[in-house]
């Protein structure tokens, strides 16, 4: 069944990827679910087509993705296997012809993620973990930064889609790394933010309001190649709460005493 899965699993990130990128720069439907969170319809074609290879090999695993499913709901989970799709993460940036998007998608087994894959079609990287045996680019095993204070690190963030409404926004925990760390970076795409971590070409990550498919494959990448997952607080980190901090473990006590000063109530 693993193999099966992976085999499925990394034929179904490169098929979408592909997908991507031969459509890139090509005029596309833009759509908003809000006053900037956009989805075109290069977003729901690659969807089918992956659910389409998983459905093909596995019709009985239950399906999660962000523009056909609802709010995830664990209540109701029936099935063991569940796959985490997001087919296009980074649209702003695609929408735009800016060149940092990717496909992701995890396998969580009995609520617990097992497999991940992250495809970043332009740069041809293939980003691959499994619970247990590591994680790897391009099939060579990969490993977090040894980068050990924060102020010589260089962070990774986002910034939610109701940043115009919501106070709770990520401002104020950016002013407060700013001052602290190396640098910032902020591309646009969550999923290739942590396997960014995973490389070690960031040494920490930071984000809130994030979903399940953003998170998953990354996550796991995070922690098979050493590093360190929890929530702000350096708690349990599950898919399913919306907010996720990622480090090469060395500078995550530290991360977490910036996060607080911006914690509120």
Known sequence: ???????TLVFAVKEGGKFLLENFGRRSRIDYKGEINLVTTVDRESEKKIIK??????PDHQILTEESSPCPDLSGRARPYCWLIDPLDGTTN???GFLVFCVSIAVEYEREIILGAIYNPVLDELFFAEKGKGAFLNGKKIKVSSTKKLTKSLLA???????????????????NFALKAQAIRRAGSAALDLAYVACGRFDGFWELKLFPWDMAAGSLLVSESGGRVTNFRGEKFSVYVPECLATN???HQEMIKILKKGERK
């Open 157 to 175: 963030t986002g910034f939610p889609y109701d940043i115009r409404e919501s106070r709770i926004n990520n401002l104020d925990h950016f002013a």
């Open 94 to 96: 695609y929408a735009h």
């Open 249 to 251: 473990g060395k500078i």
């Open 53 to 58: 290879i998983i459905q093909k090999e596995f």
């Open 1 to 7: 069944m693993t193999s099966h899965l992976k085999e």
